[in-house]
Every structure is written in C-alpha cells, then in structure tokens.
C-alpha cells in the first residue's frame, strides 16, 4: 500500500505528461520510414519487452498465465482493440493528416467515453455534458476544417474520419476495462502479448517486414518505451500516490500545448490558429465535463 503523497503524484504524473506531449511528434517523424502496420509492430514488440521486464524484475511473472485464465475473452477483446485496431487507425489518420489535426482530433476521446458510457454503462448524460459534448465537437471541426466551418471542407476526410474513430475504439477499450479485475501492468502486459500475433498478421497483409531505414526503428523503439510503457506506468504510479486525483487529471491538459510546440520546431509543422482555438475549445469541454454537478 502507497503513502499518499500529493508531491510525488505531481512528478509522476508530469513525466507521463512530457512523454505524450512527444508522441505526436514521434509518429510523424517515424511514418516517414514505416508505414502504420510496420511502426506498430515494432512499437509493440518494444513495450512487450519492456512491459515483461518490469513484471520479471517485481518477480510476478507467474501471475500472467492465471491472469489470463481469470478472463480470456476479455484479453483477446481488449489485445484485438488496443494496441492493434486502435493504433493501426490512428497511425493511419497521422499518415494523412498533419499531427496537430491528428492529435487534436484524438483528443476528443473522452467526451466520446460520455456518449458511449450511455448504452454500455446505463450512465445518464447531464447537462454540462451535452454542453462539453457540443463545444468538443465544434471544436473538432474547427480544427479539421481550418476554421472554415460553414465549408465543411477537410483536407482529407477519411484521415478526420479516422482520426475520429480512433477515438471511439479508444473509448470503447476503456469501457470494456470497466469489466477488468486483473492488475493494470500484469492486464496491459497480457494485452500487448496477445495483440503480438494479431498485429504481425496485420502487418503481412497491409504492408511487408522490410524494415531497413534505422531512422524508423529508432522512432518505433522510442514509441513502444515512451507512449505504450513508461508513460503509463508513470501515470499509474501518480494516481497511486495522489491525494486529489482531480489535481493530477488536469495535468493532462498541458500535454497537447507543449505537443504543439513540438511538432512546430521539431517536424516543422506551422501551427494553424485554427488549431489553437480548436484545441482550447476541446480542454475546455472536459473542463467542464469535470465539474462535480451542483446541487
């Protein structure tokens, strides 16, 4: 059992924030090399290996197989949807769109979480959600549009379009952990294990294992530790520590705003005004959907 300690919770939670604040940029960097199928394969094999050294090192490795037998249909479930289904759209979306549209856009998650929370959870929708839910999204258009909203012209619509699903089927995946017993390292663990075989298949079919470029391995490698291990596990650790969760949760928010200035300096992307104000439409929608309801 952790002592809580706000302060820790604080440093663990902003080093997860600063590694997804780099991920946007290392999926773009990295699909100049790699198609999606192949990034994914390489990342995932990365956060297997690191994800199984940290089991290996609090010496719970047996834990995994009974871990497994408790649920089976749930890990294959939860394997086939992340990593696999999910990070093979998203990877796509980034391959079409610019990142801070991609990004964006997949940010949107967790007021797609409140509408799906509906039919899979009986949770019923209050009122500042629909407020959130309608801000979010105009935000989102924003953002795809480049601020021409009465156009409705996208620079390309399927790349919105996934970028978009990627966030249902992330929500989806949270919503099917609601039904998880099992410990979140040894659960992603088993999931990422599982997705191995499912996404090696995947990337027979749509692509090729002709990984020669080293530029692209290093951006793989660095996704698989950063965005699919450390980030998490840091995360994890901060929520165990925390004394207000709802402190921490905020942190979050920084996150897509240091992203930014990444992708600008870093894959010299110029940022769009259109993507400023999108973005600060969405955090505001989850601010709002954070607001404890008044009575």
């Not at 949270?174 to 410990?183: A, F, G």
């Not at 079919?205 to 840091?234: C, N, P, R, V």
Request: charged share 10%; net charge positive; proline share 3%.
């Amino acid at each position: 059992m952790h002592v809580k300690d706000q302060k820790k919770a604080v440093i663990y939670a902003l080093g997860a924030v600063a590694c997804w604040s780099t991920v946007a940029t290392a999926f773009k960097l990295s699909l100049n090399y790699f198609s999606p199928a192949q990034l994914l394969w390489v990342a995932n094999l990365t956060s297997v290996v690191l994800l199984l050294s940290v089991i290996g090192v609090q010496g719970r490795l047996g834990e995994l197989i009974p871990s497994f037998k408790k649920q089976p249909v749930f890990f294959l479930i939860a394997g086939f949807m992340n990593p696999t289904l999910y990070y093979l759209v998203l990877f796509q979306a980034y391959d079409r769109l610019p990142a801070q549209q991609a990004q964006t856009l997949n940010y949107t998650w967790a007021i797609t979480l409140t509408i799906l929370a509906v039919p899979f959870l009986g949770q019923t929708i209050r009122r500042q959600d629909w407020i959130a839910i309608l801000l979010g999204y105009t935000g989102a258009m924003v953002i795809a549009t480049r601020g021409d909203l009465l156009s409705l012209q996208f620079d390309d619509s399927i790349g919105v379009g996934l970028a978009l699903l990627s966030t249902f089927i992330w929500a989806g995946y949270w919503i099917l952990n609601t039904r998880n017993s099992v410990d979140p390292i040894l659960s992603l663990t088993l999931t990422f294990l599982i997705a191995l075989p499912m996404i090696t298949l995947a990337t027979a079919i749509f692509s090729d294992f002709q990984m020669t470029q080293w530029q692209g391995w290093i951006g793989a490698i660095y996704i698989g530790i950063f965005e699919m291990g450390i980030a998490f596990i840091l995360w994890l650790m901060a929520m165990r520590y925390a004394e207000n969760t709802a402190r921490i949760s905020n942190l979050i928010f920084i996150s897509p705003f240091l992203s930014l200035i990444l992708l600008r300096f870093l894959v010299g992307e110029a940022i769009y005004l259109a993507t400023i104000l999108g973005l600060i439409m969405i955090v505001v929608a989850l601010l709002i959907q954070q607001m404890k309801k008044t009575t």
